[in-house]
């Protein structure tokens, strides 16, 4: 069963090697729609009228320094915490469950990857990798297929297939009830949308910034800091969402100018920081390693039955 549907009409869209349709069903006219796969892998759900911009979401530019700054383990504590969560929560599900159930996983705002690609070693049969820009999607796909774990390189006895897609986190082209878990690293929470994708009894899986993460970063480039408030949405979710669990990591950094410029280039503070702060905060790394320690919290939601 496609756990699709078309981002045109909300008929149910089937899935297919070349170009994805829909089976018209909820079309007044009975007409069906087509999407084309691009030739790196992903399949862009992403109609021009939900589109806000001309090329929504993260720029080339931030994306390439966000995959060298991961690429060298900056995150490597948040992205094993993270696995290590969804693993245990997909172990005990399998553990509890009489029948073989599908396991569909959304990572939403997934950037070009790296917190996806991990999540596809588990034991998923499909994630959906979701987000809006194009540039990123084109990233991630590009190592699903290096992989052979892109939706139409598996076979019966493979696990997890990844489906990248360009799409709106607010209008996702999901049926409803058909999601074991999402997750959402620094990216948006809507908490009716997720609770309406999620099985009864799915799991929600959020991370943010802690308090007093890149402090000292923060310090250097804005004369007025404020504290991250990690808990703020929790009470956006609580008509929908229970909190099961908490979870606090930490990472020690000692970064080079580049390694520096690229975590400035990847976040808010390449626009928000004045120039002159940020060639300052560069200059402090050029004789030896600006150090800092990024902070994170990981809140483990599950549906509740109240809605």
């Known amino acids: ?162 489906f990248p897609m360009v799409a709106s986190a607010a209008q996702l082209p999901i049926k409803p009830n058909t999601l074991f878990g999402i997750s959402s690293i620094f990216s948006p929470i809507l908490p009716k949308a997720f609770f309406e994708l999620l099985k009864k009894d799915g799991y929600l899986v959020i991370a943010k910034p802690d308090q007093g993460h890149l402090a000292s970063v923060r310090q250097a480039l804005f004369e007025d800091v404020r504290e991250h408030d990690s808990d703020k949405f929790l009470q956006e979710l609580a008509p929908y969402f229970e909190l099961i669990e908490r979870f606090e990591v930490a990472a020690n950094l000692e970064l080079s100018p580049d390694a520096l410029a690229d975590l400035l280039t990847m976040t808010p503070y390449s626009y928000r920081a004045k120039i002159e702060r940020r060639q300052n905060l560069l200059t402090l790394a050029t004789n030896s390693a600006f150090v800092t320690q990024a902070r994170f919290v990981i809140f483990v939601l599950k549906k509740t039955a109240a809605n």
């Not at 170009?19 to 084309?36: A, L, Q, V, Y």
């Open 1 to 162: 069963m496609s756990l699709f549907l078309c981002p045109l009409c909300k008929s149910t869209l089937i899935p297919d090697t070349k170009t994805w349709r829909c089976d018209g069903s909820e079309n007044p006219k009975k007409t069906f729609h087509s999407f084309d796969v691009a030739r790196q892998g992903y399949i862009n759900l992403l109609p021009v009228q939900q589109k806000k911009s001309k090329a929504p979401g993260d720029s080339e530019d931030s994306i390439q320094a966000r995959k060298r700054f991961l690429a060298a383990g900056c995150y490597a504590p948040l992205q094993q915490a993270l696995v290590a969560i969804v693993a245990g929560l997909v172990d005990e599900d399998i553990k509890k469950s009489d029948a073989k159930r599908p396991i569909n996983w959304l990572d939403i705002g997934c950037g070009e990857g790296y917190y996806s690609q991990a999540l596809a070693k588990l034991n998923l049969d499909n994630l959906i990798a979701a987000d809006i820009s194009k540039p990123a999607l084109i990233e991630l796909a590009k190592k699903g297929k290096s992989a052979n774990k892109l939706w139409y390189q598996q076979k019966e006895d493979k696990k997890t297939a990844i």
